[in-house]
């Protein structure tokens, strides 16, 4: 008995490493999924249907697709842009079925509420019969916004609603008409959101406040400059990055693309965040190890990068942290897959760098890749969308032909012929439609294959990191 006590002993002694090894193993793991396991706003699968106005048509919601394609690669979604420029809440009511709720929604995000305003009333003189128009105004906007929000979140999972952003009055720009009170009815329509939302555990996002916000800051130094595109009502992809940023903030997106931290002088892992690391060699001199980030950083490019003057989007939403503790002091020369990407101090490398905006790493040149796909589906998708404008808005209403092309181009010539100036906005859209039509498959085909192409080229890829003291 004795004798096999002391052999179960010995068994015990060996498989004590292994066995440390494996739960050391297991917490690593437990870290690296955290950030993923977690049940975010958008899902695998989910079909994410932004609808509004000409701000949605045009494609506002682009750096929001960005962020979810890089941060959550392996999540397939779809996103949809049912935005048509002019529209109004009873618009949204009118193609409720044909063309919000035929995409089958899983989450619904609304704006609209710009045209609800109508500017010629707040151009009106003060008096009973403005102030009647405004209250007829804002009171049909909201019993039609509780009527699509029921519908609406009857057939989604979730309902989010924007505030409309702002209408800009008070830029110096005698280029764009202004109408001085429709800004503050515009957040009066916010508030509504915010009183309503509740009823639907909808989720609000400020976009009245955000860009509200930055165009103050900017105008305090310039007044005849605007988050908008400079006709007072269009956010230009500044004002998009803007609003992305304060949907991502009102929603609770999760901050980091990635992080490890690594203490050198002890030769162990400190701490991972969406991320796998393996073969790990450290002293004080340097490291190396392996990683897999399971995201990829958010490339803010163009135009869009203006924002990042504004709002804190990088430290707040785009964190690729690599931390090493107990480094030597010196300076140390940081690799990863072979390329160099930049000299940093030991202090500061025991504080973390953020690697998210550095443009020598792979990851962001992937995620450089990635953005501009967002933005050629951002482009193909408002091309599309002009077809169902044209549809919806020039066509008679009781025109129901629309996969008869021969019938479609009759109805557009026949609007067409109807105008009297052949080259105002109205008919250069008509125009614009009878161009198009005849190619809608292949436009469709071009939004879609672009959705497709950035989920084969969106998967991080794992490399080598070396940290060598200089």
Known sequence: MKKLLLILLALAC???????????????????????????????????????????????????????????????????????????????????????????????????????????????????????????????????????????????????????????????????????????????????????????????????????????????????????????????????????????????????????????????????????????KADVQGVSFSMKAASLPVAVIGKYADALKYVPFTDDFNKEIVRVRGLEEGNYKLSIGGTEVGTYSAKELEEGVNLSTNDKTPQYRQAVTIANLVEKYRKNYQDFRQIVHGEFFRFDPKFTQFDNLEACLAEANRVLAMRSDKNDRISLAIKRYISYKPNEAKMRDAVFNTAKEIYTKNKPAEYVYTLVKQ
């Open 14 to 280: 060996l498989a004590s490493p292994s066995l440390q090894a494996a739960k050391k193993e297991k917490k690593s793991k437990a870290k690296t999924s955290q950030q993923q396991g977690q049940q975010f706003l958008f899902q695998s699968g989910d079909r994410v249907c932004f609808i509004g106005n000409s701000i949605t048509h045009a494609g506002y919601w682009s750096p929001i697709m960005l962020y979810y394609v890089t941060r959550f690669p392996d999540a397939e979604m779809s996103f949809f842009n049912l935005g048509l420029g002019g529209d109004r809440v009873d618009g949204l009511l009118r193609r409720l079925q044909t063309d919000l709720l035929s995409h089958k929604p899983t989450v619904s995000v609304v704006m609209i509420g710009m045209n609800d305003m109508r500017p010629n009333i707040f151009n009106m003189k003060d008096g009973e019969a403005k102030t009647n128009d405004m209250n007829k105004m804002i009171q049909s906007y909201e019993n039609n916004a509780v009527i699509l929000y029921d519908s609406l979140k009857a057939h989604s999972r979730q309902l989010i609603l924007l505030t409309p952003s702002i209408f800009d009055q008070t830029q110096v720009n005698d280029k764009a008409p202004n109408a001085v009170g429709k800004n503050d009815a515009l957040r009066d329509l916010g508030e509504f959101m915010k009183k309503t939302a509740p009823k639907y555990d909808g989720i609000v996002v400020d976009a009245w406040k955000a860009t509200q916000d930055v165009t103050l800051a900017m105008q305090a130094a310039d007044p005849t400059v605007s988050v908008l595109n400079g006709d007072r009502v269009h956010p230009g992809p500044m004002g998009c990055q803007v609003m992305s940023y304060q949907f991502l903030k009102d929603t609770k997106a999760p901050a980091y693309v990635s992080s490890v931290d690594i203490n050198a002088k002890k030769q162990k892992i400190e701490d991972l965040i969406n991320c796998e690391v393996k073969d790990l």
